[in-house]
């Protein structure tokens, strides 16, 4: 199975900043089956990125996936208030689907 | 409107069943493939079982196999999870997705399991 270690665990970030989130594989994620979802409290996780890079329908252009192989990256570009929230990485493989541990990204 | 509304959640004791619908609307519920996710309280996501449109295929993650049957009803446009042996363990919100490719796309509001003596 693969593993997806999500690092920071926490980034404490101003609205306006950037912000950098990392998800790394024990071993090597096609592109395809890599995504990027956002949750807030009390809510469903939302699809943000899928194919590595790709914009969900109606995700707005400060979201950006990036990377290949075992190291991927989600980039906010500017924070906006409702940016914050814990984001999680996904993939698929060998007909099943794991997740990141998660990271907060918190006002700081 | 576009949209997945699970139900059927409930506190069970440890070793008891429980049947998860989720209800589709707004898409051609048999064209695509259906997941279901937990999330334990506080915890991260936890993909639990996969099915595909005809219902001809399904998938399980170790932690449930043998345990949780996925099915659907493309005439009722309603997907199940029927769990068995349930442990303490198995305490978590319960999500259903559609499948968009090798991700998921829409998700429901998600329906409470709660395994307690």
């Known amino acids: 199975e693969i593993v997806l270690t999500q690092s920071p665990g926490t980034l404490s970030l101003s609205p306006g900043e950037r912000a950098t989130l990392s998800c790394r594989a024990s071993q090597s994620v096609s592109s395809t089956y890599l995504a990027w979802y956002q949750q807030k409290p009390g809510q469903a996780p939302r699809l943000l990125i899928y194919g590595a890079s790709s914009r969900a329908t109606g995700i707005p252009d400060r979201f950006t996936g990036s990377g290949s192989g075992t190291d991927f990256t989600l980039t906010i570009s500017r924070l906006e208030p409702e940016d914050f929230a814990v984001y999680y990485c996904?993939?698929?493989?060998?007909?099943?689907?794991?997740f990141g541990q998660g990271t907060k990204v918190e006002i700081k | 409107e576009v949209q997945l509304l699970e139900s059927g959640g409930d506190l069970v004791q440890p070793g008891g069943s429980l049947r998860l619908s989720c209800a589709a609307s707004g898409f051609t519920f048999n064209s695509y493939a259906m997941t279901w996710v937990r999330q334990a309280p506080g915890k991260g996501l936890e993909w639990v079982s996969g099915?595909?449109?005809?219902?001809?295929?399904?998938y399980y993650a170790d932690s449930v196999k043998g345990r949780f049957t996925i099915s659907r009803d493309n005439s009722k446009n309603t997907l199940y999870l029927q769990m068995n042996t349930l442990g303490p363990e198995d305490t978590a919100l319960y999500y259903c997705a559609k499948r968009v490719g090798f991700s998921f796309g829409l998700w429901g509001q998600g329906t409470l399991v709660t395994i307690s003596s």
């Open positions: 099915i595909s449109g005809s219902g001809g295929s399904t």
């Open positions: 996904q993939q698929y493989g060998s007909s099943s689907w794991t």
